[in-house]
């Protein structure tokens, strides 16, 4: 974790969520995993719960928003005004990135 939280696949995706991160499950309610320019303990151990779960669903809003659901976990990042807040990245070059303002950009696949 540096500024963002990285999420990867055993399909090859992969996750950056630059912006706020929450993390909403029963047992904490919701949190905002804090962004540090460098982080100097260990991973959350709520995120280290979600290590080998499956991800049962993605959802990206109209406004840009994104919600990944692992378990009884929900990682969701709103679309910033100003700043990148997400991109996943996928086999043969997709990208989908969500700009300033929730603008939702797709590039690829390549063939």
Do not use: H
């Amino acid at each position: 974790m540096d500024f963002r939280v990285l999420l990867y696949t055993e399909e090859n995706w992969e996750f950056q969520l630059s912006g706020d991160t929450y993390l909403t499950n029963p047992r904490v309610g919701t949190v905002l995993i804090e962004g540090q320019e460098e982080l100097t303990e260990d991973v959350p151990p709520e995120l280290k719960r979600l290590i080998g779960q499956q991800i049962s669903s993605v959802l990206v809003s109209a406004a840009g928003d994104l919600a990944i659901n692992i378990g009884d976990t929900q990682l969701s990042v709103r679309a910033d005004p100003n700043y990148e807040a997400w991109e996943l990245g996928g086999p043969k070059g997709v990208i989908i990135l969500c700009g300033p303002g929730g603008e939702l950009t797709t590039w690829g696949p390549r063939v």
